[in-house]
């Protein structure tokens, strides 16, 4: 997730626990007469502009992601959920290739644009250019590789976003801002389907006006928050070995590093497994047809708003306040666990849109402090962009295996509500996972 990252004057001394903080590009002097909750003038457009950027690419997923197990329905009835998940597992493989690779290469870009500016733009055309594509995909087949395009594109501009972050953000302003981020994220995962709802006549069109709403978002954060030229700057040279450990941090060395990845990975993966596979439980667990879930299912999302804006508003403010992490961590999984189990109390539209709700808000509260903790974890200052690529495969991850374990669930067992009690455990192993790092509160 980063693009613009102002390179900035020379990093500060480490503090005495925690990795190193990235420098702020605004002058030390400037940020010492600033008031504890003021963002300096030099990043007000940052924050006010980055929740927009951070939705873009959580549209193209959802997208993607609503319009292919619709697009499957048609091509294949008999086998959804087997060719759902390998094109989810494909295109999470694309992303997983992404982020890191391209942290890697944008570490160690020099040009008149900035270090992220030109990997951003890249991957927002290729994305952009892969959703156009796959309004027009004849088969599984094809559909499959636009996924993995669109995967591929986005989260190659994604990552360098994500090194925004670390690279300008102060930390006692990063609560703040990854609440906004955070906001985007999860408004843009739930606008996306709801948007995409409305051309479900006519799929090629819906693709379309969606890949221009996201472009226009990321050209239009690129020319108003823009990188200065760091053609003069020092580089890493690029390296064969430099290339392998992009997907690489020893956890024997960095365990604040490897807990933070953990519990990343399965509360993603417990969010993905339910939302990934939410079009057929409303077919086969609740028994409504093709046509009604199609509807209904954006409308939850929808019904979740307010309950996602309150717990992401509070969260990531409140954990800046107190100056901890890992108790809102803790509550964020205790909600996804308790929503998870809804729909096997109450299976009913009612219950479903009660169960979206909650977990979209526990979700929701740990969006909000997720990259605040992370950046706090990363092991090196001049490797923030790989790094970032490596937590962010735990957020890809579960795209490839979340579509495998829930069908293998679903298999095993012989019914989607056996999804439903893993999810809740496996959110509380996420939230567990928070409780070993050392350096976050």
């Known amino acids: 997730m980063s ?3 102002d390179p900035g004057p020379a990093y500060d001394p480490p503090p005495a626990t925690g990795p190193t903080p990235a420098a702020d590009p605004t002058p030390a002097a400037d940020r010492a007469v600033e008031p504890g909750g003021k963002v300096p003038p030099e990043l007000r457009r940052l924050f006010r502009t980055a929740p ?43 992303a997983m290739l992404a982020q890191p690779i391209v942290g890697v290469l944008s570490d160690r870009t020099r040009t008149r644009y900035g270090a992220r500016r030109p990997w951003m733009l890249g991957g927002a055309l290729i994305g952009s250019a892969a959703l156009l594509t796959a309004g027009l995909a004849p088969g599984v087949a094809a559909l499959t590789v636009c996924v993995m395009l669109v995967q591929f594109g986005f989260n190659a501009s994604q990552g360098p976003f994500s090194a925004l972050l670390p690279d300008r953000v102060p930390e006692r302003l990063r609560g703040r801002y990854s609440t906004g981020v955070g906001l985007g994220v999860l408004l843009g995962s739930v606008a996306g389907p709801a948007v995409g709802s409305l051309f479900t006549d006519d799929l090629p069109l819906g693709y379309a006006v969606l890949a221009g709403v996201v472009l226009l978002a990321i050209v239009l954060f690129v020319v108003l928050v823009p990188d200065r030229d760091n053609r003069g700057e020092p580089r890493q040279p690029f390296s064969l070995r430099a290339f392998l450990a992009a997907f690489w941090v020893n956890p024997v060395r960095h365990p604040d590093f490897f807990w933070g990845f953990a519990g990343r990975l399965l509360l993603f993966g417990g969010y993905a497994m339910l939302s990934t596979y939410q079009l057929y439980l409303a077919q086969d667990y609740l028994g409504l047809t093709l046509d009604e879930a199609t509807r209904t299912v954006p409308l939850l999302g929808l019904a979740a708003l307010p309950g996602i804006i309150v717990a992401t508003a509070v969260a990531g403010p409140l954990s800046d306040r107190i100056g901890r992490r890992k108790p809102v ?89 056996a999804l439903y009690p893993v999810v809740g455990v496996i959110a509380l192993l996420g939230a567990l996972s928070v409780l070993p790092i050392r350096s976050v509160r």
Do not use: C, R
């Open 3 to 5: 693009v613009h990252a």
């Open 52 to 94: 927009f950027v951070a939705a873009a690419a959580p549209v193209a997923y959802a997208v993607s992601t609503y319009y292919a197990a619709i697009q499957v329905e048609h091509l294949a009835p008999d086998a959804k959920a087997s060719n759902l998940a390998v094109i989810n597992a494909l295109g999470a493989v694309a």
């Open 329 to 417: 961590v803790l509550a964020a999984g205790l909600l996804i666990t308790s929503g998870a189990v809804i729909p096997l109390l109450l299976p009913s539209v009612a219950g479903l849109a009660l169960s979206t709700l909650v977990v979209a808000s526990g979700f929701g509260a740990f969006i909000a402090v997720d990259q605040a903790l992370m950046s706090s974890v990363l092991p090196n200052p001049d490797d923030f962009g790989k790094d970032l690529g490596v937590l962010n495969l735990a957020a890809t991850l579960p795209n490839t295996l979340a579509p495998v374990v829930a069908a293998g669930v679903v298999h095993l067992f012989g019914s989607y509500a």
